[in-house]
């Protein structure tokens, strides 16, 4: 009995303290002459009150396509913001009743509660309780869930820590915040930012999670609920713990009941109560969780890949990983879902997504002179974490790629040399069955080149590019200069790919250390396999070349975002780079008029066109490396533009065969862009067409005839 005495006289001497302590908290920051670190003290407490009545709380970004439906979410904190008037009287009688029901009498701090628990703790040396207001928790979560922002764990405890210190801070943020809000404010803040479980803060996002309901139809039982678990998710989680949940929920209904919330008649009352204790706990068996991220989006296997570029892009765009994460945005793309369905399904009947050691995948940009908008990212691979199922959890139709994109790099060595007045699309160019090439020595001797497939003696640049023959091309890069094809291919939109990763595709480090960049290697080295197109390529930059072509020779930074919009509805700038005038147009009409040929007659496409029964003015170029372990095939209507890329992309690359797509390793018999790329490029574009006008290209101009 004496030591129970003792215990609770020193625990009331605690709360003396504490609520002298909490006392002077109310005058100290008013109190002039105490000196630096009380106006300092004064200044933190102003900011913190100031932005507590902000309400800037964090919220749930989403990602739309660009017909404005979600395709992602991400998130932090699964939080779905309410006005007072949206939660139901049922959840504000709840959490009043167990957390705080003298809660519209004080101004902040309880003295009475104090004082209370104070008493109770000195008569029977029983549990303090009272002292700490829902004004104080509203203020200590927020210290907590927002100012938190990097360590969300160690935040807690140091809001929570049991020290004079942070009691004295709370309430003096407390006092003050009852000043700048008003009572339902700050009650209506408080559901909005409680830690409830699951991924969830506030009773918007539990509701939706736990009920499948909103904040506003909560019954009494739903909201006993959660305002039992309120601040205590985990120990209480009614899917762990549902006795314990149980048990907490129904003393919550006693508290309601004991503070009139089921009416005045206490008869009535108590058996109002006794219906909603026996009611089950209610919790549905799959909680609505919001998706979180690229890979837990409903068609994330499809539209992973355009929200993984999307984030990086919007990255270097200036959006940081806070902003996407809490601030709320939404995100307006330029991914069309049918583009990206039809690009899917063309990549997939090519390489079923579980082929071994094969991948397949497709970019598609809308051509333009004021954006390149990308409308689709697909890989016959889904996106997401599981190897064992094939999946991959990076932007590849983005990313610059360990393989060539073969004979597609000719389109910049015919470019160059039209430019610098070499030749022209109806001028003929020397095609011998081989070469030899002193200008790219092969060690000590002359480079020797052939051709894959017979060819007249001469043909026109047109047709060159249409047949693809080396020799030709290895030709014409002497002439126009492999500096000056490099240059070419950069300028048309091959940018990171030659100044922004290494020769082996990796991205240079800010040091340098890991460099030169590939086109400054090719440069260097006088590569003259380049025009041959055996380097690392990026096959959303061959379809941004594409688009630069039928743009009259515009190039524009292939942009996922049409804009991004704050949680007030005010745009947020990016830093894009701008469009620019890459070569002038009579030469970029000139060199499109010129890969009009490639799905005709003999050209390399042309029967993956018939195929597809495809019958638009189309520009194209198919390629392939010199072991087959990728193809390649670059296109474009006026309307759009695209490209695809077949490559072995297992640990141990072979060669790839047709019939089905397979490896082979050591086969003679490798694939050609023609018989997968080519393929893949018309079934999906047979769709993302249909219905359009068919649109001529614009024609050439005489100087470069």
Not at 665 to 673: N, V
């Amino acid at each position: 009995m004496f030591a129970a005495r003792a215990s609770g006289l020193v625990k009331l001497l605690g709360l003396c303290l504490t609520a002298g302590v909490l006392l002077a908290a109310m005058v100290f920051p008013f109190v002039g002459g105490l000196g630096l670190a009380s106006n300092r003290a004064a200044d933190t407490v102003d900011q913190t009150s100031g932005d507590l009545a902000k309400g800037e709380l964090p919220l749930v970004t989403t990602i739309e396509d660009m017909d404005g439906l979600p395709i992602a979410y991400l998130y932090d904190q699964y939080r779905i913001p309410l006005e007072f008037k949206d939660i139901s009287d049922t959840m504000k009688l709840a959490i009043l009743a167990i957390e705080d029901k003298r809660f519209y009498d004080h101004k902040g701090v309880d003295w009475q509660g104090i004082a209370r628990a104070a008493a109770k703790a000195g008569v029977d040396g029983g549990a303090t309780q009272g002292a700490s207001t829902l004004t104080q928790q509203y203020v200590k979560n927020y210290m907590a869930f927002v100012l938190g922002v990097d360590n969300e764990q160690e935040a807690w405890e140091k809001a929570t820590e049991a020290t004079v210190g942070r009691k004295m801070r709370e309430a003096r943020v407390a006092l003050q915040l009852e000043q700048q809000m008003s009572k339902d404010e700050i009650l209506a803040g408080y559901l909005n930012i409680v830690p409830l479980g699951n991924q969830t803060y506030g009773v918007g996002a539990a509701a939706k999670a736990y009920f499948n309901t909103t904040a506003d139809k909560l019954t009494v039982p739903q909201a006993a609920l959660l305002a039992a678990i309120a601040n205590r998710p985990s120990s209480l989680n009614p899917g762990a713990s549902p006795e314990k949940a149980l048990e907490r929920r129904n003393i919550v209904i006693d508290k309601m009941r004991e503070n009139g919330a089921f009416g005045a008649d206490e008869t009535e009352a108590k058996k109002k109560a006794e219906e909603f204790k026996a009611a089950p706990l209610g919790v549905v068996e799959d909680l609505q969780i919001l998706p979180k991220g690229c890979v837990g989006a409903g068609d994330g296997p499809i539209y992973g890949f355009f929200c993984s570029y999307l984030l990086d892009y919007l990255r270097d765009a200036g959006i940081t990983d806070k902003q996407l994460q809490r601030g709320g945005l939404t995100i307006k793309t330029t991914m069309d879902p049918k583009a990206t369905k039809a690009a899917k399904e063309a990549a997939e009947k090519q390489v079923p997504k579980t082929t071994n050691g094969v991948s397949n995948v497709m970019s598609v940009v809308k051509p333009g002179s004021d954006k390149h908008r990308v409308r689709a990212l697909v890989a016959s691979r889904d996106f997401g974490n599981n190897a064992e199922l094939g999946q991959v959890a990076r932007p590849v139709p983005a990313e610059v790629l360990p393989f060539g994109p073969g004979s597609v790099n000719k389109v910049f060595t015919a470019a160059a040399a039209m430019q610098r007045g070499i030749t022209g699309i109806d001028r003929k160019i020397k095609v011998p069955k081989t070469y030899a090439s002193r200008v790219y020595p092969n060690g000590g001797s002359a480079w020797q080149v052939k051709n894959a497939g017979n060819y007249a003696e001469e043909m026109t640049l047109t047709q060159a590019l249409a047949q693809s023959p080396n020799t030709g091309f290895v030709i014409l890069q002497e002439q126009a200069g492999l500096s000056n094809v490099v240059d070419m291919a950069y300028k048309l939109g091959m940018r990171e790919t030659l100044s922004g990763v290494n020769r082996g595709a990796e991205p240079l480090k800010a040091d340098g250390s890991n460099g030169p960049s590939q086109g400054d290697w090719t440069k260097q080295n006088n590569a003259g396999s380049y025009t041959l197109g055996p380097g690392a390529t990026s096959v959303l930059e061959l379809a941004n070349v594409a688009a630069t072509i039928v743009s009259s020779g515009t190039w524009c930074p292939p942009t996922p975002v049409e804009k991004v919009i704050d949680r007030y509805g005010k745009e947020i700038p990016l830093k894009e780079k701008p469009c620019e005038q890459a070569v002038e147009p009579d030469l970029a009409n000139s060199l499109a008029q010129g890969m009009s040929q490639d799905t005709h007659g003999g050209g390399t496409a042309a029967a993956a066109a018939s195929g597809a029964g495809w019958n638009r003015p189309t520009i194209g170029k198919t390629g392939t490396t010199e072991e087959s372990k990728s193809v390649a095939f670059l296109a474009a209507t006026p309307q759009y533009a695209g490209a695809v890329m077949t490559y072995a992309d297992g640990s141990n690359p072979q060669v790839i065969c047709a019939n089905p797509i397979r490896l082979c390793p050591g086969s003679s018999s490798g694939i050609f862009g023609g018989q997968s790329a080519a393929p893949t490029w018309f079934n999906a574009m047979k769709v993302i067409h249909d219905g359009l006008p068919v649109e001529q290209l614009k024609p050439a101009a005489a100087k470069y005839k």
